[in-house]
């Protein structure tokens, strides 16, 4: 595990949070200190100033890549955040939960932070941990290295939190004591469990979970009596490069009560079956589900897909149980001369960033990665070579490198975040 992944090694001063606001937002050159001035005078025609010329810093503040380690004057952090509900310092070298707090103490309307990429290993004492933020709804902890104790002490003082993210924190087991109700959306992507009953604990933990994201993962599915206790409210499941390697395990998502929604891509069951066939097998075998790899499924979908699976098996000694339920609703079939199994012909629809532009763009899945680049250069005035990378809660999860693939083969879906760099 690492951190400070934006400079060629951790920093050797210490750097405040406070002149690293100066540093993006005002006068780099202003020292830092008590008598430090906090009205900075701009040109009135610059964004995000009053009529007087006074800085007024965006609600959504984003300090990612400073090299911050400490918070700084907490007067003076106070003053010049006072309106920020949403703290990003992620990528930074912070390594004391009391710096974290005093930061956070001084954000009153404060709803959302992001600690990821911090080396937070250390756990919180009873002084710091005895405060209280009951506005936060969102709590992004990824690749910090935080202890089970820490997310729980976290947890007790935060409240309302809704969504949790605990992803790339090379967790594994799950240790945690209390239930915490409040929590609907969980994000726990590449850590390092491989049992199954482990994850379970995450669902008694946070029994009201609605969205459970768990990508990257080498663990297979338990058994069905254990997912259904454990996950009685779960509706979406993205269990995208988990390590399902028999159709047992697929078929065991239909324990989950009340799922609906499912991302299952890059499994080793799949990999060496065409799109096409992957995805209706699949919507075969989960007749719950109506939305797969971010692809709402229509019905005459589900039919072609219950039909193709049935005329796929007919033939065969042994039949999947599901092959005589869905016998009972189709009846027998004739067999077909030609199946289409080919690539998809889809459009998505995926979230494009480069600098400070974002747009939302329509791709077909079948252009390559190559066309994509010439596309993207275009749309944006790029005249640079360009990389291009898939984000998941902040960070780069795959780049795009070989130009001749097409966009389904890197599983390009509805909802991506790709990134120009």
């Given at each position: 595990?690492?951190?400070?992944i934006?400079?060629?090694?951790?920093?050797?001063?210490?750097?405040?949070?406070?002149?690293?606001?100066?540093?993006?937002?005002?006068?780099?050159?202003?020292?830092?200190?008590?008598?430090?001035?906090?009205?900075?005078?701009?040109?009135?025609?610059?964004?995000?100033?009053?009529?007087?010329g006074?800085?007024?810093?965006?609600?959504?503040?984003?300090?990612?890549?400073?090299?911050?380690?400490?918070?700084?004057?907490?007067?003076?952090?106070?003053?010049?955040?006072?309106?920020?509900?949403?703290?990003?310092?992620?990528?930074n070298?912070?390594?004391?939960?009391?710096?974290?707090?005093?930061?956070?103490?001084?954000?009153?309307?404060?709803?959302?932070i992001?600690?990821?990429?911090?080396?937070?290993?250390?756990?919180?004492?009873?002084?710091?941990?005895?405060?209280?933020?009951?506005?936060?709804?969102?709590?992004?902890?990824?690749?910090?290295?935080?202890a089970?104790?820490?997310?729980?002490?976290l947890?007790?003082?935060?409240?309302?939190?809704?969504?949790?993210?605990?992803?790339?924190?090379?967790?594994?087991?799950?240790?945690?004591?209390?239930?915490?109700?409040?929590?609907?959306?969980?994000?726990?992507n590449?850590?390092?469990?491989?049992?199954?009953?482990?994850?379970?604990?995450?669902?008694?933990?946070?029994?009201n979970?609605?969205?459970?994201?768990?990508?990257?993962?080498?663990?297979?599915?338990?058994?069905?009596?254990?997912i259904?206790?454990?996950?009685?409210?779960?509706?979406?499941?993205n269990?995208n490069?988990?390590?399902?390697?028999?159709?047992?395990?697929?078929?065991?998502?239909?324990?989950?009560?009340?799922?609906?929604?499912?991302?299952?891509?890059?499994?080793?069951?799949?990999?060496?079956?065409?799109?096409?066939?992957?995805?209706?097998?699949?919507?075969?075998r989960?007749?719950?589900?109506?939305?797969?790899?971010?692809?709402?499924?229509?019905?005459?979908?589900?039919?072609?897909?219950?039909?193709?699976?049935?005329?796929?098996?007919?033939?065969?000694?042994?039949?999947?149980?599901?092959?005589?339920?869905?016998?009972?609703?189709?009846?027998?079939?004739?067999?077909?001369?030609?199946?289409?199994?080919?690539?998809?012909?889809?459009?998505?629809?995926?979230?494009?960033?480069?600098?400070?532009?974002?747009?939302?763009?329509?791709?077909?899945?079948?252009?390559?990665?190559?066309?994509?680049?010439?596309?993207?250069?275009?749309?944006?005035?790029?005249?640079?070579?360009i990389?291009?990378?898939?984000?998941?809660?902040?960070?780069?999860?795959?780049?795009l490198?070989?130009?001749?693939?097409c966009?389904?083969?890197?599983?390009?879906?509805?909802?991506?975040?790709?990134?120009?760099?």
């Open positions: 595990m690492y951190w400070c934006n400079m060629a090694a951790e920093a050797t001063e210490p750097k405040t949070f406070l002149k690293a606001l100066h540093d993006k937002y005002g006068d780099n050159d202003i020292p830092e200190g008590n008598d430090l001035v906090l009205v900075m005078h701009v040109p009135n025609s610059a964004p995000g100033m009053t009529d007087s006074q800085l007024i810093l965006p609600r959504q503040l984003a300090m990612n890549y400073h090299s911050i380690t400490h918070a700084g004057n907490e007067e003076e952090i106070a003053n010049l955040c006072d309106k920020v509900t949403e703290l990003d310092i992620a990528n070298c912070i390594s004391d939960w009391k710096e974290i707090f005093k930061m956070m103490s001084v954000m009153p309307k404060i709803e959302s992001n600690f990821s990429c911090n080396p937070l290993m250390a756990e919180i004492d009873d002084e710091v941990g005895n405060q209280s933020f009951p506005n936060i709804k969102r709590l992004i902890l990824n690749k910090t290295g935080a089970w104790s820490t997310v729980e002490v947890l007790k003082i935060m409240p309302s939190v809704e969504e949790l993210h605990l992803s790339l924190n090379d967790y594994t087991e799950v240790d945690l004591k209390e239930k915490y109700p409040n929590v609907v959306n969980l994000h726990f590449a850590n390092k469990l491989r049992d199954w009953g482990e994850i379970c604990k995450l669902g008694r933990a946070f029994p979970l609605c969205n459970l994201v768990m990508a990257e993962s080498e663990m297979s599915l338990c058994d069905d009596l254990e259904e206790e454990s996950f009685p409210k779960v509706v979406s499941l269990a490069k988990i390590g399902i390697t028999s159709w047992e395990e697929i078929d065991r998502l239909n324990s989950f009560p009340a799922l609906t929604d499912v991302r299952l891509q890059g499994v080793p069951l799949l990999e060496d079956m065409k799109e096409e066939q992957r995805r209706q097998f699949l919507i075969a989960l007749p719950r589900i109506n939305r797969l790899n971010g692809s709402k499924i229509q019905e005459e979908e589900r039919d072609k897909a219950e039909r193709a699976f049935l005329r796929h098996f007919m033939d065969s000694e042994e039949k999947p149980e599901r092959y005589m339920e869905l016998e009972k609703t189709h009846g027998q079939l004739d067999p077909l001369a030609d199946v289409n199994l080919g690539p998809p012909t889809h459009t998505v629809t995926v979230r494009v960033t480069y600098d400070t532009k974002v747009k939302m763009m329509q791709l077909n899945v079948n252009q390559t990665v190559q066309e994509l680049k010439v596309l993207l250069k275009k749309t944006f005035d790029i005249s640079d070579k990389k291009l990378f898939v984000f998941e809660d902040g960070i780069p999860t795959n780049e490198t070989e130009i001749r693939r966009l389904y083969m890197y599983y390009i879906e509805d909802g991506i975040d790709l990134r120009i760099i």
